[in-house]
């Protein structure tokens, strides 16, 4: 069973930056589009961004496009999200997600939580 | 994008009843549709996969069907363990898209 562990998650200002790591086990990372998803308490799940197996695709969701960057490293089996200019309504859960792209999400981590708050 | 429509948004059930979601998408998405299901505090887990697959470890009392714009998951006689929100998403293109979720609880 894939492992997938989510740290980085922090309280933070407006206007700051966090950046979000995936450490993946027990899975060909090189092998699966990836995937983070966020979900702001209380309500539902939004793919914030995804990456190909390869990384010659990258999707941002229009909330967070220009401020946000995915990466991979796969000889670390590792997702990323770097996360800038933070604003108070990515205040979210979010989980690191095999799948993405024209594939479901098959595999969760549990999530990191980031607050954005003065 | 495909807007994707859950309903009920709550549905109230007694264990062994028998629970009908619906998730009906703007647009054509063939069978590239999947389930989830969350309990609070979980992550989310795939339950069903490509309208009517299964998941891994998804129990026979979950079934799924439909395509193009009409979609049902049903769960047949329902266990306390299935007391959840589920939310459907479509795959269809890149432009990925969930459900706003149907919770299941106890009547």
């Known amino acids: 069973q894939p492992q997938l562990v989510e740290s980085g998650g922090a309280v933070v200002k407006p206007g700051g930056s966090l950046r979000l790591s995936c450490a993946a086990s027990a899975i060909t990372f090189s092998d699966h589009y990836m995937s983070w998803i966020r979900q702001a308490p209380g309500k539902g799940l939004e793919c914030v961004s995804y990456?190909?197996?390869?990384?010659?695709?990258?999707y941002y969701a229009e909330s967070v496009k220009g401020r946000f960057t995915i990466s991979r490293d796969n000889a670390k089996s590792s997702l990323y999200l770097q996360m800038d200019s933070l604003r108070a309504e990515d205040s979210a859960v979010y989980f690191c997600?095999?799948?993405?792209?024209?594939?479901?999400?098959?595999?969760w981590g549990r999530g990191t939580l980031v607050t954005v708050s003065s | 994008e495909v807007v994707l429509t859950q309903s009920p948004s709550t549905l109230s059930l007694s264990p062994g009843e028998r629970a009908a979601l619906s998730c009906r998408a703007s647009q054509s998405v063939d069978t590239n549709l999947a389930w989830y299901q969350q309990k609070p505090g979980q992550a989310p887990r795939l339950v069903m996969f490509d309208a009517s697959h299964r998941a891994t470890g998804i129990p026979a009392r979950f079934s799924g069907r439909g395509s193009e714009t009409d979609f049902t998951l049903t769960i047949s006689s329902l266990e306390p363990e299935d007391f959840a929100v589920y939310y459907c998403q479509q795959h269809t293109n890149w432009l990925l898209s969930f459900g706003g979720g149907t919770k299941i609880e106890i009547k």
């Open positions: 990456i190909s197996d390869s990384t010659n695709y990258l």
């Open positions: 997600v095999v799948g993405g792209g024209p594939y479901y999400f098959d595999h």
